[in-house]
């Protein structure tokens, strides 16, 4: 399995999980081209910088308005940097516009937030870079809405799995700004410049994670920041309300500097790679890279690492394993018994109940749910929509099988299909006939179940001495 690991000991932003990615191996012509493709008036402008004296990459976002690049500026210090790195992640606005047309943004930040003055209290954010210290009049600029946003998205001329990732990112963005506002998803609008930024920056990265050919994304806990941020809606603390809603149970914790740290794009990114979230785990690492954030803070490198390769197998057999578990005292006995078959219809490889006391002597039943790693998401948020449980707990396991095969049985009744296990030597460890064949055949033919399940591995035991008997006269 090809693991990408991001280390987000600073954070996580749009620009840079596009440094990452590039610094990673990702060509910055295929982001390049895939900006274009968009057809929303940006580019992407790549440059070295150094972060704690680190060597990163960092890419931004140019939009028509914000006029040509300053490659000789100072690569580290100052620029476009955090703007960019809170840009468009705070870019949307509510139906009717509310603010009137005096809401010159104060912002410290990347680029204006439409209905955001998004500055940091604490003096976090130098000047701007390529003019975004233009103080626009967002009253006067437009907006797109979400739907707008996802039919842009259609309309580009790129794989549908990047589109498919791009889209759900976004529909996941506009979900949470809608529920922090109380208003109707449709209702949800993204400043113009915001809104591209977020749209290029969004669509590269699945762009860039589809090169990179992972099959599964994981991540360290995440250092979110910590100080306040002055919008519209008043000065809130950090994590901002969307980035919180987006980012939902994954572990966090705040380190360093006042200043956010993890912005809605990022957030979004990592939704829409479905991202565990735990500690390095054991791999081969074909390649790193490092993505710059805006901010060169003394003694706190900002920045992203990501880290791709191939997850180290034990010569035992050894996999990894989710368990989902969760103790549910409110549910009928049908309902978790239809819960537990959509489980194994979306791919759980085993769902179990077992009866546990709970506390002030209530009767509970815990459901546990056994799972790939790469399924762990979609079978959580099941569990969570079609239950009753308002929380559940996870963890990877390692995991063990022996080799298995199916071989057919021929019986009186008709063939019965044998589960055979063998151990790495070859030898045969189990065997037992398959539970469903044996039930269904008793039942046509009106005979107890285990005389047929019986008669089907003897019926399985004269197949082996048979082939034991031609493999020894073959070899004679």
């Not at 001329?157 to 700004?177: H, I, M, N, W, Y």
């Amino acid at each position: 399995m090809r693991i990408g690991y991001l280390e987000c000991f600073s954070g996580i932003s749009g620009d840079m999980m596009l440094g990452a990615l590039v610094d990673a191996g990702v060509p910055f012509e295929l982001l390049a081209e895939t900006a274009a493709a968009l057809n929303v008036g940006a580019r992407l402008e790549m440059r070295k910088v150094s972060r704690g004296s680190l060597a990163a990459i960092k890419v931004d976002v140019l939009t028509e308005e914000q006029g040509p690049s300053h490659p000789g500026r100072d690569q580290g210090t100052k620029g476009t940097s955090t703007e960019h790195e809170h840009q468009h992640d705070h870019g949307h606005s509510h139906a009717p516009h509310e603010h009137g047309h005096d809401h010159n943004h104060d912002h410290g930040h990347e680029h204006a937030h439409s209905n955001h003055e998004h500055t940091h209290e604490h003096d976090a954010h130098e000047p701007h870079e390529h003019s975004r210290e233009h103080g626009h009049q967002h009253g006067h600029a437009a907006h797109r809405s979400l739907s707008t946003i996802l039919g842009i998205i259609e309309a580009a001329p790129l794989k549908d799995s990047v589109k498919q990732r791009a889209t759900r990112a976004f529909q996941l963005l506009g979900e949470a700004e809608a529920a922090i506002h109380s208003i109707p998803i449709e209702k949800v609008h993204f400043h113009e410049v915001g809104a591209v930024d977020t749209i290029v920056d969004i669509v590269c990265s699945a762009a860039g994670c589809e090169a990179l050919g992972v099959d599964r994304w994981m991540a360290s806990p995440l250092n979110v920041g910590s100080g306040t941020v002055k919008c519209a809606h008043g000065t809130l603390p950090v994590p901002a309300p969307a980035t919180l809603a987006l980012l939902g149970d994954a572990p966090v914790y705040a380190a360093g500097a006042p200043m956010e740290r993890v912005t809605p794009t990022g957030a979004a990114v990592l939704r829409m790679l479905d991202v565990t979230y735990g500690t390095l785990p054991a791999m081969r690492v074909e390649a790193r890279g490092y993505g710059a954030g805006g901010r060169d803070t003394p003694g706190e490198p900002n920045l992203l690492r990501v880290l791709v390769g191939e997850a180290e197998e034990n010569s035992e057999g050894t996999e990894s394993i989710a368990v989902i578990e969760t103790v549910i005292d409110d549910a009928t006995p049908q309902l978790l018994a239809y819960v537990s078959e959509l489980l194994l219809e979306a791919g759980a490889w085993d769902v179990y109940r077992a009866p546990v006391q709970m506390k002030k002597g209530r009767a509970g039943v815990q459901v546990t749910v056994l799972s790939s790693p790469k399924l762990l998401v979609r079978l959580r948020d099941l569990l969570l929509r079609e239950t009753t449980t308002i929380g559940l707990r996870w963890r990877l396991e390692n995991k063990v099988a022996l080799e298995r095969e199916f071989v057919e049985a021929e019986t009186a009744w008709g063939k019965v299909r044998i589960k055979v296990a063998r151990w790495p030597s070859g030898e045969v460890a189990n065997a037992s006939p398959e539970y469903e064949v044996c039930r269904n055949i008793a039942h046509q033919h009106g005979i107890p179940l285990k005389q047929v399940m019986q008669e089907a591995m003897r019926a399985y035991a004269d197949t082996v001495r048979a082939s034991k008997t031609d493999a020894t006269e073959k070899g004679r």
